[in-house]
């Protein structure tokens, strides 16, 4: 059973920047990546091995990454604007190696809030 605890929402202005936190425990055998999600649309995904997704929504603001010591999977959010203003969602799934693919499975955090306002 994978358990994902995300962190690090919060309210920023315009322009603004804010960096998520998707921290990963239980046994992850039936995974092999890690999602980012705005509501129920992906933005990002990275696999174990480092390998990354990006959505055309998330290119060129949004950087995802993840640091093996702490089991967590970040996501770095530039230049919000309030169209942004969301839950964020971690997922674990599964990352198709050639083609990038990205299929979520039934592993979700609890989401955190994001507002982007002045």
């Known amino acids: 059973q994978v358990r994902l605890v995300e962190s690090g929402g919060g309210l920023v202005q315009p322009g603004g920047s804010l960096r998520l936190s998707c921290t990963v425990s239980?046994?992850?055998?039936?995974?092999?990546?890690i999602g980012w999600y705005r509501q129920r649309t992906l933005l990002a995904a990275i696999s174990f091995g480092g390998?990354?997704t990006y959505k055309a929504l998330a290119k060129g603001r949004f950087t995802i990454s993840r640091d093996d010591a702490s089991n967590t999977v970040y996501l770095q959010m530039n230049n919000l604007t309030p169209e942004d203003t969301a839950i964020y969602s971690c997922?674990?799934?599964?990352?198709?190696?050639?083609?990038?693919?990205?299929?979520?499975?039934?592993?979700w955090g609890q989401g955190t809030q994001v507002t982007v306002s002045s």
């Open positions: 997922n674990g799934g599964l990352r198709e190696y050639y083609s990038g693919s990205y299929t979520p499975m039934d592993f």
């Open positions: 239980g046994s992850h055998f039936s995974v092999n990546a």
């Open positions: 390998n990354t």
